[in-house]
T-cell receptor
Framework: AQSVTQLGSHVSVSEGALVLLRCNYS??????LFWYVQYPNQGLQLLLK??????LVKGINGFEAEFKKSETSFHLTKPSAHMSDAAEYFC???????????FGSGTRLQVQP | NAGVTQTPKFQVLKTGQSMTLQCAQD?????MYWYRQDPGMGLRLIYY???????DKGEVPNGYNVSRLNKREFSLRLESAAPSQTSVYFC????????????FGPGTRLTVL
């Protein structure tokens, strides 16, 4: 069985501040890990993913995430928040032999001017 | 390329009515998925189709049926709608499962009165 826990349903940062969105997962097989972003009234868009290899993954819009197997974590970061980053962010896990994704409950990021 | 398209965008039903949500993709993907999104619960998988001619239940299949009409199209049917099926429904597609990126449609907002 797989599961994803996102700590904090709402995160608020000031423009220019560090963004840190937390994700922990459980998986019985080596995981594939994803971060998706959802802007209001839109579908989900892939930010980045980890499959194998380098544990620090860079994505679009300046986001990156680090896979830490020992901590079963895949936290999302961005050094400097921009107003356009305000959205809902979802962490998801899959694995070899699995077809579909298991999503976390989401974190809504608010960016204050 | 239109990517993943869904119709309708909005729908209001009365309890007991039936309807079919349509989904099509033009990326020649093998796998297609139906998710529902409810506040605070992330996205939950209803059904998926690993390839044309196959369908499998996901986490929350009760009250739904699906048809993989051909490689492009994957429809979701509610035979007798219930208020608990009020949700936003997303269709997605991917080349395969596991590590493949899923591409999402814009969603259908369904209200059951």
């Amino acid at each position: 069985a797989q599961s994803v826990t996102q700590l904090g349903s709402h995160v608020s940062v000031s423009e220019g501040a560090l963004v840190l969105l937390r994700c922990n997962y459980s998986s019985s097989v080596p995981p594939y890990l994803f971060w998706y972003v959802q802007y209001p009234n839109q579908g989900l868009q892939l930010l980045l993913k980890y499959t194998t290899g380098a544990t620090l993954v860079k994505g679009i819009n300046g986001f990156e995430a680090e896979f830490k197997k020992s901590e079963t974590s895949f936290h999302l970061t961005k050094p400097s928040a921009h107003m356009s980053d305000a959205a809902e962010y979802f962490c998801a896990v899959s694995g070899a032999g699995r077809r579909a994704l298991t999503f976390g409950s989401g974190t809504r990021l608010q960016v204050q001017p | 390329n239109a990517g993943v398209t869904q119709t309708p965008k909005f729908q209001v039903l009365k309890t007991g009515q039936s309807m079919t949500l349509q989904c099509a993709q033009d990326m020649n993907h093998n796998s297609m998925y139906w998710y529902r999104q409810d506040p605070g619960m992330g996205l939950r998988l209803i059904y998926y189709s690993a390839s044309e001619g196959t369908t499998d239940k996901g986490e929350v299949p009760n009250g739904y049926n699906v048809s993989r009409l051909n490689k492009r199209e994957f429809s979701l049917r509610l035979e007798s709608a219930a208020p608990s099926q009020t949700s936003v429904y997303f269709c997605a597609s991917s080349e395969a499962g596991g590590s493949s990126e899923q591409f999402f449609g814009p969603g259908t907002r369904l209200t059951v009165l």
